[in-house]
C-alpha cells in the first residue's frame, strides 16, 4: 500500500510543479489553489509512504516520479520541445526508478 501512495504522491508533485508554474508567481487564484491542494496532498503521501519505504528510496521515486511526469505534460501540451533526446534522458530516469524499487528490501 506504501507504494500506491508514493506513486500517487509523486503524481500529485507533478500536478503542484505544473500549477505553481501556471499561477504566474501565485497570483493567480485557480492555479494557486490547485497548488496548495497538490502540495499538501503529496506531501503527506510522502510522509505515509516513508513510514515503511526507505527515506532515500522513497524521497528519489517521488521526485523521479513529478520530475518525469511534468516534463512530459510540458511536452504534451507543447510547453516544452519534443526530443528524442528528452525522451531517451526520460526513459533512463524511468528506469533508475524501477530499479529502485526493485532493490528495495520492501516491508509490502
Known amino acids: 500500500m506504501s507504494w ?3 506513486i500517487v ?3 500529485l ?3 503542484w510543479a505544473t500549477a505553481l508554474g501556471k499561477s504566474d508567481g501565485l497570483s493567480k487564484l485557480w492555479p494557486s489553489v490547485i ?6 496532498l503529496s506531501m503527506l503521501g510522502l510522509a505515509w509512504a516513508m513510514r515503511d ?10 521526485v523521479g ?3 518525469s511526469l511534468t516534463v512530459v505534460w510540458a511536452m504534451i501540451t507543447g510547453d516544452m520541445e519534443i526530443s528524442w ?6 526513459m533512463g530516469l524511468v528506469g533508475c526508478i524501477v530499479g529502485l524499487k ?3 528490501p520492501g516491508h509490502e
Open 35 to 40: 497548488f496548495f491542494a497538490g502540495l499538501i
Open 65 to 67: 516520479i513529478g520530475a
Open 85 to 90: 533526446l528528452r525522451i531517451l534522458l526520460l
Open 53 to 62: 519505504i526507505p527515506t532515500g528510496t522513497a524521497y528519489a521515486v517521488w
Open 9 to 11: 504522491s509523486g503524481i
Open 4 to 6: 500506491i501512495v508514493l
Open 13 to 15: 508533485e507533478a500536478v
Open 102 to 104: 526493485l532493490i528495495d
